[in-house]
């Protein structure tokens, strides 16, 4: 929740004009991860940046509004580029959940996958060698370990570049994992058992959580600011 103004205040004078009531208890839950202090200003915002960012979402509003409130509360450029970076990558996991089912029915139709022979992945290699590969990525890199060493290039030159501490890239990707616009199951227990493992708190993880549900807040900046012209409109009309 930025403090200049955005699509929220506007939406919000509505509400309270409509209902007055329901205004007051969505602004409380709304902003309660930023008056309850258990995670930094600044890690809020790029949670919040992430969760706008995110491939699943992409809402230039609430984008531009956090990373104002970001830059505002300390957050550096690089910083704020590692988010994105991580918000583009993310969606890796259409390999994640269409390879196992490319190979199921492949297999189950006949079929056998054509894969180029590949001489190195040295990305993938050294994913393997450090113990940072995930066993869901196996059916990708069989289907295509060119392409996948390309990605996983790309992938860990952002978890590789120190912009932010290991237990903060760990909240993030819960953040992406659990946002309502995704609900990626395996990834959100990956993350909460390596966020743990970070250190991070039990209210720590429930924080990010909480900052996921309260982007559900974007259905009333996206509808109320229609409802009410479109009110007007037909009211206007006299219908």
């Given at each position: 929740m930025a403090t200049e103004r955005g699509p929220w205040d506007a939406a919000l004078e509505q509400l309270r004009e409509w209902d007055s009531t329901w205004a007051e208890t969505c602004t409380n839950m709304a902003t309660n991860p930023w008056r309850g202090g258990v995670l930094p200003r600044k890690l809020v915002e790029l949670i919040g940046i992430a969760?706008?960012?995110?491939c699943t979402n992409l809402n230039p509003d609430g984008t531009r509004r956090h990373?104002?409130?970001?830059?505002?509360?300390?957050?550096?450029?690089d910083e704020i580029l590692t988010v994105l970076k991580m918000a583009s990558v993310m969606s890796i996991h259409s390999c994640s959940l269409g390879a196992p089912i490319l190979l199921e029915e492949a297999k189950s139709a006949g079929a056998r996958p054509a894969t180029t022979p590949v001489a190195k992945t040295p990305a993938c290699d050294r994913m393997k060698a450090i113990g940072q590969w995930n066993a869901a990525w196996d059916p990708f890199y069989e289907?295509?370990?060119a392409w996948t060493d390309e990605f996983m290039a790309t992938g860990a030159g952002i978890y590789a570049s120190g912009a932010l501490p290991a237990?903060?890239?760990e909240l993030l990707s819960i953040a992406f994992d659990a946002s309502f616009t995704h609900m990626y199951a395996p990834g959100t227990r990956r993350h909460?058992?390596?966020?743990?493992?970070?250190?991070?708190?039990?209210e720590e993880i429930m924080e990010v959580l909480k900052l996921c549900v309260v982007q559900?807040?974007?259905s009333c900046n996206l509808g109320v600011p229609i409802l009410a012209e479109e009110h007007a409109r037909r009211s206007a009309r006299g219908d």
């Amino acid at each position: 929740m930025a403090t200049e103004r955005g699509p929220w205040d506007a939406a919000l004078e509505q509400l309270r004009e409509w209902d007055s009531t329901w205004a007051e208890t969505c602004t409380n839950m709304a902003t309660n991860p930023w008056r309850g202090g258990v995670l930094p200003r600044k890690l809020v915002e790029l949670i919040g940046i992430a969760i706008n960012a995110a491939c699943t979402n992409l809402n230039p509003d609430g984008t531009r509004r956090h990373i104002r409130a970001a830059l505002d509360a300390g957050a550096t450029r690089d910083e704020i580029l590692t988010v994105l970076k991580m918000a583009s990558v993310m969606s890796i996991h259409s390999c994640s959940l269409g390879a196992p089912i490319l190979l199921e029915e492949a297999k189950s139709a006949g079929a056998r996958p054509a894969t180029t022979p590949v001489a190195k992945t040295p990305a993938c290699d050294r994913m393997k060698a450090i113990g940072q590969w995930n066993a869901a990525w196996d059916p990708f890199y069989e289907l295509d370990p060119a392409w996948t060493d390309e990605f996983m290039a790309t992938g860990a030159g952002i978890y590789a570049s120190g912009a932010l501490p290991a237990k903060d890239v760990e909240l993030l990707s819960i953040a992406f994992d659990a946002s309502f616009t995704h609900m990626y199951a395996p990834g959100t227990r990956r993350h909460v058992r390596n966020a743990l493992k970070a250190g991070a708190t039990t209210e720590e993880i429930m924080e990010v959580l909480k900052l996921c549900v309260v982007q559900g807040v974007q259905s009333c900046n996206l509808g109320v600011p229609i409802l009410a012209e479109e009110h007007a409109r037909r009211s206007a009309r006299g219908d």
